[in-house]
T-cell receptor, first 112, second 114 residues
């Protein structure tokens, strides 16, 4: 069965420290890959997406993600987090159309 | 107003009530979506409309009834809901209904069914 896994339910990181959020998928072929962020009381905002080409993708707010086909992973990173990065982060995949499948999300807490 | 808006932002209803959720997109998109977000569960796609025609009904109970009168508006009519239907209901839109198109989300309606 096709699935998206975010192994970390909750991550706490200090302001200024680096952040990495993990995402693994299980699909027959390489799907389209997305990372969304949801701030409290808000809808989801797209951070970045990967369709093909360079496996290191740059997104908004200083985020990047790396696609690793051999590991079926699409991990999200940020070198130095800001307090405003506290939010819930969702990895999503789409086989080849609009049918996004989301992971359960990772909540990020930023401590001063 | 820009982006995707949803009203109301919060709704409390009894199991015998009838209510409607409204979504409006100001992006000139042709596709609109309803998602359900329950606590600690992945977002679930409920319905998809493309050019005002329903193209996806993801095994959603009939107590949820969508309506898309035009490409800018999407409604979700609710009747005889159950407590387990309490969730955040998110609306999204995209230029077309293909995986290549970014979906833009509204802030959601937080629904509580008593």
């Amino acid at each position: 069965a096709q699935s998206v896994t975010q192994p970390d339910i909750h991550i706490t990181v200090s302001e200024g420290a680096s952040l990495e959020l993990r995402c693994n998928y299980s699909y027959g072929a390489t799907p389209y890959l997305f990372w969304y962020v949801q701030s409290p009381g808000q809808g989801l905002q797209l951070l970045l997406k990967y369709f093909s080409g360079d496996t290191l993708v740059q997104g908004i707010k200083g985020f990047e993600a790396e696609f690793k086909r051999s590991q079926s992973s699409f991990n999200l990173r940020k070198p130095s987090v800001h307090w405003s990065d506290a939010a819930e982060y969702f990895c999503a995949v789409a086989p080849n159309d609009y049918k996004l499948s989301f992971g359960a999300g990772t909540t990020v807490t930023v401590r001063a | 107003e820009t982006g995707v808006t949803q009203t109301p932002r919060h709704l409390v209803m009894g199991m015998t009530n009838k209510k409607s959720l409204k979504c409006e997109q100001h992006l000139g998109h042709n596709a609109m979506y309803w998602y359900k977000q329950s606590a600690k569960k992945p977002l679930e796609l409920m319905f998809v409309y493309s050019l005002e025609e329903r193209v996806e009904n993801n095994s959603v109970p009939s107590r949820f009834s969508p309506e898309c009168p035009n490409s800018s508006h999407l409604f979700l009519h609710l009747h005889t809901l159950q407590p387990e239907d309490s969730a955040l209901y998110l609306c999204a839109s995209s230029q077309e209904s293909s995986g290549l198109e970014t979906q833009y989300f509204g802030p959601g309606t937080r629904l509580l069914v008593l």
